[in-house]
């Protein structure tokens, strides 16, 4: 204190104090101050209710739902979803009169791929070994070989003019579990047996739509429920219901249980597909015959040929658009052949005559009048074997070639009668001839494994390199048992010519080395294609030449024995050098005595139609 200040002068001072705080804060009673203070609060107030909110926003669940019709795509009443193992499918099927039916791409594809649709008919086939089903659409009954059989439901029926097939015919000849659900209506089918990881849920949550709090809900859950669990990430995994939602719930919402096994039914039997095959390597020869009168010929083709089992003549060509075709069958050809201990397997062709082999094979009434007319020109003839050389079978008709091929075999099987195949090398724009399809049915299955360049190829080279014929080979057998592949080798080769353009001629094994005499050549080994090479120009223009001979022949033989093939064609008798059949007669006893010990190994290319060239 100020010693010089009076008791008054203080008091002075205090007052004046007093009127400085009431100016500046709205009077000595000091209400002034509350309207600021509330407007402090309300602002802070303010920002945290938006804070609040947007914590809220962030970390809150959503209870949006997605409605299940949409995420199955349900736009129609009749669409039915299906779930396939633990995929929802883009496929759907079909819901009418309380009964459900699959599409049948749906069924060919994953189910049954003997179930065939005849478009121009609109008949729904179905083969076994044995049977042929024949069932019309919209209709609970169907025949087998003229018999009616009756089905508790219409089998089949079309939806937009697409074939559905009822789920519960499918199920009587195929291997898959299905459980029905409802609401959207929904069908979960499994392709096989699994185990399966299990979760047990802990607490009542959502199944949403993605993994995260803020995605659609699909389906609330209880605790207690089970779910299986498909993916398992770091906060949520990809699960399904008992019911086949399938959706994303938080791991803190499971608790894991032991895995649980999806058991198939049970009750399926696949067929056995018996083949009518040999107990010893097939040593077989085209016999190209363009008329009755060249079937007299045999016995001098013949002559100098050696260990010959099999012999194909060529006697049937396809000659109109119906199924119907020309004969040249010879009986006493046939006896003769018996008599020298050779079968006869007579071939029949598509490109002899000029017909629309897409038209015969896709209707069923042109396959029938086909098959019944070649199994019993076959029976009547007491022939051993029907050889198919359908060539430049087009894309669209690969299903109805297959479907030719079941049906054939069915007979075939029931008589005893062998049925081959023959097939181009394979290749990316082959595939539609069904090799995988083909090996199951047919008793042998012919690779043509020749024809590597032709005669319309722009460019020259081999009819039959090492590796073309090696990968043909090995590309076959990835889809065909080797024990049923017969790997065809040529007698013929190719002489080019090259000038203003490349052109070849076909020449027997003998005409080529009078060819390379004349000009005075020597072939000289080529260890790329394991063939004797040769190249020389006259009259103004290059020839070369990559020879069949017996080194070649060797070497194609040799390779063929490392695969345990069921043994050799040739194209065609006549062509090769007497030479050839020491050759052959080496392989088929290396292939005798392999018979029994080669395991079946894992197996590209000219669609074009057999050589009928002659020197």
Known sequence: MDKNKTRKDILDDDMMDDALYDDDFGGGNKKGWVPVVFALL????????????????????????????????????????????????????????????????????????????????????????????????????????????????????????????EIEFVAKYSDFLSQIYEAPARIQIYLEGEMKQAAMIKKDTAVRYQGGIKSDILKEISKGDKVFVLEQMETWSKVKTQDSVIGYVENKRLEEIPEEEILMPGTYVAPVYTSVTRAYPINLAWHQVTNAVANSGIDGMLANTKGINTISPTWFFLNDNYGNFTSIADQSYVDNMHARGIEVWALIDNFTNEVDIAQILSTTTNRKTLINNLVQTTLAYDIDGINVDFEQVPSEAGADYVQFLRELSIPCRQNGIVLSVDNYVPTEYTAHYGRAEQGEVVDYFIIMGYDEHYSGSSQAGSVASYEYVKAGIENTIKDVPATKVINAIPFYTRLWKIADGVSSEALSMSAAENVLAQYGVTATWDEETSQNFAEFEADGAKYQIWLEDMQSISAKLNLMSGYGLAGVAAWKLGLEKAEIWNAIGDYLSVSQINAQTVENQPSEEIPQTQIIETD
Do not use: C
């Not at 959503?62 to 979803?81: C, F, G, P, V």
């Not at 396939?84 to 496929?91: C, I, K, L």
């Not at 086939?125 to 087998?144: G, K, R």
């Open 42 to 165: 309300l602002i802070i107030m303010v920002g945290g209710v938006a804070v609040g909110m947007k914590l809220y926003d962030k970390y809150s669940y959503s209870k949006e739902t997605m409605d299940l019709a949409q995420y199955y795509n349900i736009t129609q009443e009749w669409q039915t979803a299906l779930v396939v193992n633990d995929e929802v499918a883009e496929e759907q099927a079909v819901l009418r009169d309380g009964n459900y039916y699959l599409p049948l791409t749906f069924v060919q594809e994953r189910l049954n791929d003997k179930f065939y649709y005849d478009r121009h008919e609109k008949l729904l086939l179905f083969t076994t070994p044995t049977e042929l089903y024949e069932i019309p659409v919209d209709s609970a009954s169907y025949s087998i070989a003229g018999t009616q059989q009756q089905n508790d439901k219409i089998i089949w029926i079309l939806q937009d003019e697409i074939p559905y097939v």
